[in-house]
């Protein structure tokens, strides 16, 4: 018994979402009614049009329900693949093909799953669409998964993992690491199993917006295999709270496959009771939807539980129900529901070709009297508009003397709307971070109290697990907040409030001071060239700290293990140079060019796991420049990163002793 995570295709339009409830009378696979579209504006539901935009609709409906009513599903996307065919939509046709072959994996019948695989791969080919052929090569692979042919199922599951890499979609790549995970629990390669299991569910939190479905099918395998290797307590705690998830959402062929596994471990547990609870609820939902493989393993779940409580007669029966469906089965497999469809489809297409030859004579008569309208119509608006030419040349006058009073009260408009817009900008700028930045962290914080809740008899190492997120999710939150919060008191404070002499020497020691233990964690040397010159500027103590305590933080935070953080100091002219220099892997060209934005989402990432606000270097800048002064970044890629700053120096001042920067002894980690 396996559950693979089956890719599908999901293009969202406003169009389409306008369509989305309107599909009625789909009552399941084997059903044949008409479907209809529902008319706003008529209060009433009137037969689809073949256009691409009901295609889109009906694939639309069909995707969403594909895990929560398979009657619905099924039946959209046969006649999104009708109205595809008629229209020549070669997209449509694909998505249609593909979505038809995961409904018949789902009942069970390889046979028709695989070929109308193979009918979406052949379109997908001729359009060169490298994410359809991705996507096909994953579900085929499930069809050789549940025929055990682990082997041809492997081949199909690299090639497509090879497909998503090159197109850079970490989330396909993760549910396709997830199905090749399950070969290796088949396989009983356990180890191997969990740890690309868990490599999912790790991978799946790191985005913005975490993909909880994705981590919970990933919890749901996780626990699917401590059951195989009889680790029961662990299994139950991940079972329940994917279980619990699946359930709370209405992902029903999740929560079938769900309690089946939970049957299955309450019966080797001998509490066969539980075993029979969860057994029936899965044989229930599986008949409902017609999920054949799953209504077989049910049964044969139910008859085993029976037979080992000594009811011989309910096992037996049980038992003969099993065989019944894989008998249904094996003949579907062996074609004789092709032909039947077959005709079915046929039929139906010449019925539409009926049709569409009586709405083009309708169409022929319509246009003859158009044609007459718009003769008429033609001649009535030349009257017309000789008249309207003389009204306006009479109106010209007074509309010369309006438009100048237009143009003055313009010009105020466009002041005030200028300054309406500033604050606009600013109220939407931190709307943006709310829904954005602040969103993803407690949408995380929620997920993780969800899946806490959800365990019953929690153990501390799974709580640990949970409890870690939260503490990442909340720390993200507060440094967020920590340099919004700055930018606004900066955009409140005068140029010149609390602007004095400085030494850098001495703020650089401070700086360096702060960061010896954060250096330390990740084993990287501080090294401090303070020049004996003069360094005295002009600035706000507090702002020029947090200048070089960022650019020193970032330098830690993207070097690796082992290495230098340099930062010297010496006189330039009428300017003090600042400089941090790390030995990171570098900044690519196309980074450098936004690099002191606000919010700015880089290539390179953090060589700890540290999370960035993409606020340090844009509030680096703005310090800086309301001093007077100036940063930027010279980089090369694969040697390291080295950032400047150059603030001004008082006008005329005394010259002094030199001062003697503190490079002695090695401290900490600081040279």
Same mark, same amino acid.
């Given at each position: 018994?396996?559950?693979?995570f089956?890719?599908?295709?999901?293009?969202?339009?406003?169009?389409?979402?306008?369509?989305?409830?309107?599909?009625?009378?789909?009552?399941?696979?084997?059903?044949?009614?008409?479907v209809?579209?529902?008319?706003?504006?008529?209060?009433?539901?009137?037969?689809?049009? %073949?256009?691409?935009?009901?295609?889109d609709s009906?694939?639309?409906?069909?995707t969403?329900?594909?895990?929560r009513?398979?009657?619905?599903?099924? #039946?959209?996307?046969?006649q999104?693949?009708?109205?595809?065919?008629?229209?020549?939509?070669?997209?449509?046709i694909?998505?249609?093909? #593909?979505?038809?072959?995961?409904? /018949?994996?789902?009942?069970?019948?390889?046979e028709?799953?695989?070929?109308?695989?193979?009918?979406?791969?052949?379109?997908?080919?001729?359009?060169?669409?490298s994410?359809?052929?991705?996507r096909?090569?994953n579900?085929i692979? $499930?069809?050789?998964?549940?025929?055990?042919?682990?082997?041809?199922?492997?081949?199909?599951?690299?090639?497509?993992?090879?497909?998503?890499?090159?197109?850079?979609?970490?989330?396909?790549?993760?549910?396709?690491?997830?199905?090749?995970?399950i070969?290796?629990?088949?396989?009983?390669?356990?180890?191997?199993?969990?740890?690309?299991?868990?490599?999912?569910?790790?991978?799946s939190?790191e985005?913005?917006?975490?993909?909880?479905?994705?981590?919970?099918?990933?919890?749901l395998n996780?626990? !699917?295999?401590?059951?195989d290797?009889?680790?029961f307590?662990?299994?139950?705690?991940?079972l329940?709270?994917a279980?619990? /998830?699946?359930?709370?959402?209405? /992902? !029903?062929?999740?929560?079938?496959?769900?309690?089946?596994?939970?049957?299955?471990?309450?019966?080797? &547990?001998?509490?066969?009771?539980?075993?029979?609870?969860?057994?029936?609820h899965?044989?229930?939902?599986?008949r409902?939807?017609?999920?054949?493989?799953?209504?077989?393993?049910?049964?044969?779940?139910?008859s085993?539980?029976y037979?080992? $409580?000594?009811?011989?007669?309910?096992?037996?029966a049980?038992?003969?129900?099993?065989?019944?469906?894989?008998?249904?089965?094996?003949?579907?497999?062996?074609?004789?529901?092709?032909?039947?469809? $077959?005709?079915?489809?046929?039929?139906e297409?010449?019925?539409?070709?009926?049709?569409?030859?009586?709405?083009e004579?309708?169409?022929?008569e319509?246009?003859?009297?158009?044609?007459?309208?718009?003769?008429?119509f033609?001649?009535?608006?030349?009257?017309?508009?000789?008249?309207?030419?003389?009204l306006?040349?009479?109106?010209n006058?007074?509309?010369?003397?309006?438009?100048?009073?237009?143009?003055e009260?313009? &010009?105020?408009?466009?002041?005030?709307?200028?300054?309406?817009?500033k604050?606009? %900008?600013?109220?939407?700028?931190?709307?943006?971070?709310?829904?954005?930045?602040?969103?993803?962290?407690?949408?995380?914080?929620?997920?993780?109290?969800?899946?806490?809740?959800?365990?019953?008899?929690?153990?501390?190492?799974?709580?640990?697990?949970?409890?870690?997120?939260?503490?990442?999710?909340?720390?993200?939150?507060?440094n967020?907040?920590?340099?919004?919060?700055?930018?606004?008191?900066?955009?409140?404070?005068?140029?010149?409030?609390?602007?004095?002499?400085?030494?850098?020497?001495?703020?650089?020691d401070?700086?360096?001071?702060?960061?010896?233990?954060?250096?330390?964690?990740?084993?990287?040397?501080?090294?401090?060239?303070?020049?004996?010159?003069?360094?005295?500027?002009?600035?706000?103590?507090?702002?020029? &700290?947090?200048?070089?305590?960022?650019?020193?933080?970032?330098?830690?935070? /993207?070097?690796?293990?082992?290495?230098?953080?340099?930062?010297s100091?010496?006189?330039?002219?009428?300017?003090v140079?600042?400089?941090?220099?790390d030995?990171?892997?570098?900044i690519?060209?196309?980074?450098? $060019?936004?690099l002191?934005?606000?919010f700015?989402?880089?290539?390179n990432?953090?060589?700890?796991?540290e999370?960035?606000t993409?606020?340090?270097?844009?509030?680096?800048?703005?310090? !800086?420049?309301?001093?007077?002064?100036?940063?930027?970044?010279?980089?090369e890629?694969?040697?390291?990163?080295?950032?400047?700053?150059?603030?001004?120096?008082?006008?005329?001042?005394?010259?002094?002793?030199p001062?003697k920067p503190?490079?002695?002894?090695?401290?900490?980690?600081?040279?």
């Amino acid at each position: 018994m396996t559950y693979l995570f089956t890719l599908l295709l999901t293009f969202a339009s406003a169009d389409t979402a306008a369509h989305a409830d309107a599909i009625a009378h789909q009552n399941g696979p084997n059903q044949d009614d008409q479907v209809y579209l529902y008319d706003d504006e008529t209060s009433s539901y009137v037969e689809y049009p %073949r256009t691409q935009t009901v295609a889109d609709s009906l694939l639309d409906v069909a995707t969403r329900e594909r895990s929560r009513n398979s009657g619905v599903s099924f #039946n959209a996307a046969r006649q999104a693949l009708s109205v595809s065919k008629d229209i020549d939509y070669t997209e449509g046709i694909a998505r249609a093909h #593909n979505l038809i072959g995961i409904k /018949y994996l789902d009942f069970g019948d390889h046979e028709l799953a695989h070929r109308h695989y193979l009918q979406a791969l052949s379109v997908e080919n001729a359009r060169n669409n490298s994410e359809g052929i991705a996507r096909l090569l994953n579900n085929i692979a $499930q069809i050789y998964v549940e025929q055990e042919n682990y082997s041809e199922g492997s081949s199909y599951l690299r090639a497509s993992m090879k497909k998503w890499k090159e197109l850079g979609d970490d989330r396909r790549l993760l549910a396709t690491t997830n199905n090749l995970g399950i070969i290796h629990r088949r396989e009983k390669r356990y180890k191997k199993a969990l740890d690309l299991f868990w490599d999912v569910a790790n991978r799946s939190l790191e985005p913005e917006e975490p993909d909880s479905l994705m981590y919970t099918v990933a919890m749901l395998n996780i626990g !699917t295999t401590y059951k195989d290797k009889e680790s029961f307590r662990r299994a139950s705690i991940h079972l329940h709270a994917a279980r619990s /998830y699946f359930e709370r959402h209405s /992902y !029903t062929a999740h929560r079938v496959y769900a309690d089946i596994v939970l049957g299955e471990l309450y019966r080797d &547990l001998g509490e066969y009771g539980k075993a029979l609870e969860y057994s029936s609820h899965a044989l229930k939902a599986a008949r409902k939807e017609q999920f054949r493989e799953r209504t077989k393993e049910a049964l044969l779940l139910e008859s085993e539980i029976y037979e080992k $409580q000594g009811k011989q007669g309910l096992a037996f029966a049980r038992f003969k129900r099993y065989h019944e469906v894989s008998d249904s089965l094996q003949n579907m497999q062996r074609g004789e529901r092709i032909k039947e469809l $077959q005709a079915r489809f046929d039929a139906e297409k010449k019925d539409r070709e009926i049709d569409l030859l009586n709405k083009e004579a309708a169409l022929q008569e319509a246009k003859i009297v158009q044609h007459d309208q718009l003769e008429s119509f033609l001649i009535f608006s030349v009257l017309l508009l000789l008249t309207i030419v003389g009204l306006l040349i009479r109106a010209n006058h007074q509309r010369r003397k309006n438009n100048q009073k237009l143009r003055e009260g313009r &010009l105020e408009i466009g002041k005030q709307n200028r300054e309406l817009s500033k604050l606009n %900008r600013e109220k939407d700028e931190f709307m943006s971070i709310a829904a954005h930045d602040l969103r993803n962290p407690l949408s995380s914080i929620n997920m993780a109290v969800d899946l806490i809740n959800g365990v019953p008899d929690i153990d501390k190492e799974t709580l640990r697990e949970y409890t870690g997120i939260i503490k990442i999710s909340s720390d993200r939150m507060r440094n967020l907040i920590n340099s919004v919060l700055h930018i606004h008191s900066m955009d409140g404070q005068s140029a010149d409030d609390k602007v004095k002499t400085l030494d850098a020497n001495r703020i650089v020691d401070e700086a360096v001071h702060n960061f010896l233990k954060p250096a330390e964690r990740k084993q990287i040397t501080l090294q401090k060239n303070l020049t004996s010159a003069k360094t005295t500027f002009l600035g706000d103590s507090d702002n020029v &700290l947090r200048i070089f305590e960022n650019l020193i933080s970032n330098a830690i935070k /993207y070097s690796p293990p082992e290495t230098t953080v340099t930062i010297s100091t010496r006189a330039a002219g009428d300017k003090v140079r600042v400089a941090i220099a790390d030995q990171g892997p570098g900044i690519p060209e196309e980074d450098q $060019q936004k690099l002191f934005c606000k919010f700015a989402r880089l290539s390179n990432k953090p060589t700890g796991n540290e999370s960035s606000t993409g606020l340090g270097l844009y509030i680096v800048k703005k310090i !800086t420049e309301a001093m007077g002064g100036r940063v930027w970044c010279e980089s090369e890629p694969g040697v390291g990163s080295t950032f400047y700053v150059e603030l001004p120096v008082p006008k005329a001042h005394k010259k002094a002793a030199p001062h003697k920067p503190s490079t002695g002894g090695r401290r900490a980690g600081v040279k």
